[in-house]
């Protein structure tokens, strides 16, 4: 096995979602999601976005400050087309899956390709992101902050009538809130 596997190998994989725009997400949106992506590297995991600007991106550049692994699910057919028709990003991104899928099948992919989800300041695709999750009963956290989507995703599982979402956490910390994913992950591969 050569030695860049080997880092990568057993690693968890947390998908960030977020909205391509901050403007909406208030002043702290920025760094929160900066540590969010650095607590990630600090806690051994690997980080899975959309490929795209805003509130994901940010956790990009968080992850590459502390030397991380950042993969991008690019809803793109190409590179030339990720960045000249959907005008997305290619820097701090180690990896970027080209799916030709738009934004509908990127975002089935990107949770799919995750161990977790952590749903961050958004919109609709960042609610698309965590019904995906929320169907294939993926474990959640849901970053509390500045924004309304953490009352949003409340809201929703509150009338899904599911039952117990014992699968879903919340905290305005991003360290706490990814130990409680963790646990959340390592108590699914275990059973």
Not at 96 to 118: E, H, K, P, Q, W
Not at 163 to 182: C, M, Q, R, T, W
Request: glycine fraction near 12%; hydrophobic fraction near 35%.
């Amino acid at each position: 096995m050569d030695d860049k596997r080997k880092v990568t190998a057993g690693k968890i994989k947390i998908c960030v979602s977020g909205a391509a725009s901050l403007s909406h997400c208030g002043k702290e949106a920025e760094e929160l999601a900066r540590e969010l992506g650095r607590e990630i590297v600090r806690q051994g995991a690997i980080l899975v976005t959309g490929a795209t600007t805003g509130f994901p991106y940010s956790t990009t550049v968080g992850v590459k400050e502390m030397g991380g692994i950042s993969i991008g699910v690019s809803p793109a057919s190409s590179e030339v087309e990720h960045i000249k028709k959907y005008r997305l990003p290619v820097d701090h991104l180690d990896l970027i899956m080209y799916t030709g899928f738009g934004y509908a099948g990127r975002n089935l992919l990107l949770t799919r390709t995750s161990d977790a989800v952590i749903i961050g300041c958004g919109r609709i695709g960042t609610l698309n992101e965590f019904t995906i999750a929320f169907e294939d009963k993926k474990p959640i956290g849901v970053l509390e902050g500045p924004w309304t989507m953490d009352e949003t995703v409340k809201r929703v599982v509150g009338e899904a009538h599911r039952g117990k979402s014992a699968g879903i956490v919340y905290d305005h910390d991003p360290k706490a809130l990814l130990e409680k994913v963790f646990k959340l992950v390592r108590k699914e591969k275990s059973s």
